[in-house]
Antibody, heavy 118, light 110 residues
Framework: EVQLVQSGEEVKKPGESLKISCKASGYSFTTYWIGWVRQMPVKGLEWMGIIYPGDSDTRYSPSFQGQVTISADNSIDTAYLQWSSLKASDTAIYYC???????????WGQGTMVTVSS | QSALTQPASVSGSPGQSITISCTGTSSDIGGYNYVSWYQQHPGKAPKLMIYDVSNRPSGVSNRFSGSKSGNTASLTISGLQAGDEADYYCSSYTRSSTLVFGGGTKVTVL
């Protein structure tokens, strides 16, 4: 089955670091871009950035450049989203997504809820 | 990159047709035929319903259709059903080589 399976819910304090994961299965991991989408509480969707596992080419939305790091490990077909110092405003659900061509996200992970609170 | 503009809510009775609009600019919707629509039920991940303005992925009901005119794209749901009640988001490829989403539309089945 073609799917993206994300790591579980996280509860962190401001200033802490975090790395969440997204494991792909059922397709060739290195031949599709994988991205991350944020959904803040009761809010819409925001595209954060994307990586091509085949050569690690990574692009960020200007809104998230410098705020997060996207990476991938081809040996285990897994993409990552990482923060070095969380803020309360990072509280959201984060979805990993597979990009089809340049134009759409055809496969979504189940989402990872991240709560940042003191 | 500003979000695309969608109405906050649209409602209809079972069996009716409804249309959700999504307005952008010549730098996104108007410049490319790369508009997508996603359906999100409460507590669930979004699901791709339409891509490339009017194409349906395998398994998506033909009650869902998409179109575009100028800088505005539209999603039409015909034969509205209770299970269609959800949030719907549009997205478009942009001149900056990014993807931008709309703010979302809550569809209510009366």
């Amino acid at each position: 089955e073609v799917q993206l399976v994300q790591s579980g819910e996280e509860v962190k304090k401001p200033g802490e670091s975090l790395k969440i994961s997204c494991k792909a299965s059922g397709y060739s991991f290195t031949t599709y871009w994988i991205g991350w989408v944020r959904q803040m509480p009761v809010k819409g969707l925001e595209w954060m950035g994307i990586i091509y596992p085949g050569d690690s080419d990574t692009r960020y939305s200007p809104s998230f450049q410098g705020q997060v790091t996207i990476s991938a490990d081809n040996s285990i077909d897994t993409a990552y989203l990482q923060w070095s110092s969380l803020k309360a405003s990072d509280t959201a659900i984060y979805y990993c997504v597979r990009r089809l061509g340049i134009r759409t996200f055809d496969l979504w992970g189940q989402g990872t809820m991240v709560t940042v609170s003191s | 990159q500003s979000a695309l503009t969608q109405p906050a809510s649209v409602s209809g009775s079972p069996g009716q047709s409804i249309t959700i609009s999504c307005t952008g600019t010549s730098s996104d919707i108007g410049g490319y035929n790369y508009v997508s629509w996603y359906q999100q039920h409460p507590g669930k991940a979004p699901k791709l319903m339409i891509y490339d303005v009017s194409n349906r992925p395998s398994g998506v009901s033909n009650r869902f259709s998409g179109s575009k005119s100028g800088n505005t794209a539209s999603l039409t749901i015909s034969g509205l059903q209770a299970g269609d009640e959800a949030d719907y988001y549009c997205s478009s490829y942009t001149r900056s080589s990014t993807l931008v989403f709309g703010g979302g539309t809550k569809v209510t089945v009366l």
